[in-house]
């Protein structure tokens, strides 16, 4: 049995790695930390883990938390992270990292977005951690940056149309919606019940969301040249889920048949990509609580544009279900392991 710790255990995301690993066969969780939070038993924090584990949560001491595990996942805030990941590595552990800090090829965009960056060298040798594109790069490293839920849901959705020259580099907007569990478990008022319930809002408008760069450099690999997107996200009244909606202008004849087929033949054999058929259109609720993506495309003949709808669970293909499909890659498990059940509905 792989021994697995938590760095962060009692955020959403480490609360839903807490979930899933408790249903994964070839690990045990054996440490969780939360500096608020120490010696309490993590199914205190999160009651639906009750048991399902008996880990008590502790101080984020490396030199303790090598002694306990030998995977960990860090799911912690940015720049806490590169203070810890240097010292696990250097151990030998290996690292799914569910922050900012090991996500950019360019630590100049990293530093015009967040703050300075104080671990260049482990930085460069991170494997950006969306499987379906970098899975044997993935296979072979030692520290995954895992993606962004945001650009996850936007980049499989637009990568095969890219990558294809389909479409047009510099004409694409997109709209995104999340749950209010993307905002984290910290108390604001912004997520209050009367702030969010019966209500829909933009935020971050106008190109300033942190997910903006990290969207741009995806597209930017698979389209082989600069990319420039729109980005608006906004806030859905329901707890978990994205949906996102992107427009773009078509290089090529409208044939929306044959731009499907683009999509069922790249992602034919990736377990957790589901492309929808012409008469159906995905829904939040169909992949909630699973490490589903669910994508749809539609041709708007009128102005020339394709539309492609995609749908992800925010803290598990989001976060926290593809930190752990990471986890499988690296540690040669089967790439499902922990990850089959079915999404929850209604």
């Not at 360019?106 to 899975?135: C, F, K, N, S």
């Not at 319930?197 to 389209?223: C, M, W």
Request: charged share 20%; aromatic share 6%; hydrophobic share 40%.
């Amino acid at each position: 049995m792989l021994r697995v710790a938590i760095i962060g255990a009692s955020g959403y995301t480490g609360g839903e790695l807490a979930r899933l690993l408790c249903n994964h066969d070839r690990v045990e969780l054996t440490a969780a930390t939360s500096r608020a939070q120490q010696n309490v038993p993590l199914a205190d924090i999160y009651p639906h883990l009750r048991n399902r584990t008996a880990v008590v949560c502790s101080a984020p001491d490396v030199a303790q938390l090598i002694e306990q595990a030998d995977f960990f996942f860090c799911a912690v805030p940015h720049k806490t992270a590169m203070d810890l990941v240097p010292g696990l590595l250097v151990s030998g552990k290996k690292v799914v990292d569910l922050s900012a800090d090991f996500r950019f090829r360019d630590l100049r965009v990293y530093e015009h977005w967040y703050q300075p960056h104080t671990a260049p060298q482990i930085a460069a040798e991170a494997v950006y951690g969306l499987p379906e594109i970098h899975r044997e790069a993935i296979r072979q490293a030692r520290l995954v940056a895992n993606p962004g839920c945001y650009p996850t849901s936007i980049t499989l959705a637009l990568g095969p149309l890219l990558q294809a020259g389909v479409i047009d580099p510099g004409s694409i907007i997109i709209d995104a919606k999340s749950g209010t569990s993307g905002a984290g478990r910290g108390a604001s008022v912004a997520t209050l019940f009367c702030e969010v319930t019966d209500g829909f809002r933009a935020y971050k408008v106008g190109g300033i969301h942190r997910h903006t760069p990290e969207i741009e450099q995806n597209l930017s690999h698979l389209a082989g040249r600069p990319v420039t997107v729109s980005f608006t996200p906004h806030l859905l009244p329901l707890s978990r889920g994205i949906l996102s909606t992107i427009y773009a202008s078509l290089t090529v004849a409208a044939d929306e048949e044959r731009l499907r087929d683009l999509l069922r033949q790249r992602y034919r054999d990736e377990p957790f990509v589901r492309v929808l058929d012409d008469d159906r259109q995905p829904a939040t609720q169909y992949v909630r609580g699973s490490n589903y993506c669910d994508i749809a495309l539609t041709v708007d003949r009128r102005t020339n544009r394709v539309i492609l709808t995609s749908v992800i669970d925010n803290i598990v293909k989001g976060a926290s279900g593809q930190a752990i499909q990471n986890m499988n890659l690296m540690c040669g498990f089967d790439e499902t392991a922990g990850l089959t059940q079915a999404p929850l509905f209604p």
